[in-house]
């Protein structure tokens, strides 16, 4: 999924949070944007704080 069309469904749901496992590089710009709450506190996960 490209930055623009994960950007546009976040607005389209609602999405307040935005739950992304494992590493990869995929929409690493688009996220950059967005607070990231666990801090790498739980391996393999991110949460990111889209609203």
Do not use: A
């Amino acid at each position: 999924m490209t930055d623009i069309e994960l950007e546009k469904s976040f607005k389209e749901y609602n999405i307040d949070y935005y739950f992304f496992w494992g590493n990869s590089n995929t929409n690493e710009d688009l996220l950059k944007k967005y607070k990231e709450i666990t801090n790498g506190t739980i391996n393999g996960l991110k949460i990111y704080k889209i609203r």
